[in-house]
């Protein structure tokens, strides 16, 4: 069965530089989600969009921006990086309302700041 | 604001042995769903097994099943025969139910419990 596919794998920047993670839903999910794992930690939600309108939002820091296309897949734009910002970044996504909420996780983009 | 609480950070069990991963949550909603993910080394996050609050039968699902007690805001996972590829960090997550119309929300994710299965 397809799965949440997350490009790239890896990324490695320079402080104060830009980033761009891309995710591709299952087939038919129409909502994405967005995570961050640091070293050790809980994912922690960034922000989520259904039906290409931000749907939920999270600690997400105004450096970092995202949106939803036509096609469903999502971007997750990040500015003026920081060290903090190194960690695993998840896309997820769900059939919405429907299939009693499970998200399902792509396997991520380890984002390293130097 | 909705909390999950794992109070064991790390576990073992024998192969072929069962154990028990706990988790206690708080919330003020009635509707919601709870859910284990798996994440073994290499990082991926595996849904387990999920559970809709509005259902009294615990959910299973092969080798993995749940005893939910929604008075007491308990939602523990049962492994029984366990593998070797059981060995994982194990997050018990909750999100509220949406209803039709409002996309999900987003999963609050306790802080994980360590298991290794020896052999």
């Known amino acids: 069965a397809a799965g949440v596919i997350q490009s790239p794998r890896h990324l490695i920047k320079e402080k104060r530089e830009t980033a761009t993670l891309k995710c591709y839903p299952i087939?038919?999910?129409?909502?994405v989600y967005w995570y961050q794992q640091g070293p050790g930690q809980d994912p922690q939600f960034l922000i989520s969009f259904y039906e290409k309108m931000q749907s939920d939002k999270g600690s997400i820091p105004d450096r970092f921006s995202a949106q939803q296309f036509s096609d469903y897949h999502s971007e997750l734009n990040m500015s003026s990086l920081e060290l903090g910002d190194s960690a695993l970044y998840f896309c997820a996504s769900s059939l919405g309302t429907s299939g009693a909420g499970a998200q399902y996780f792509g396997p991520g983009t380890r984002l390293l700041v130097l | 604001a909705q909390t999950v609480t794992q109070s064991q950070p790390e576990m073992s069990v024998q192969e072929a042995e069962t154990v028990t991963l706990s988790c206690t949550y708080d919330t003020s909603e009635n509707n919601y769903y709870l859910f284990w993910y798996k994440q073994p080394p290499s990082r991926q996050m595996i849904l387990v097994i999920r559970q809709e609050a509005y259902k009294q039968q615990n959910a299973t699902e092969n080798r993995f099943s749940v005893n939910f007690q929604k008075a007491a805001k308990s939602f523990s996972l049962k492994i029984s025969d366990s593998q070797l590829g059981d060995t994982a960090m194990y997050f018990c997550?909750?999100?509220?139910?949406?209803?039709?119309?409002?996309?999900?929300?987003?999963?609050?994710f306790g802080k994980g419990t360590k298991l290794s299965v020896i052999p």
């Open positions: 997550a909750f999100m509220k139910h949406a209803y039709s119309g409002a996309g999900s929300y987003q999963l609050t």
């Open positions: 087939p038919r999910h129409d909502t």
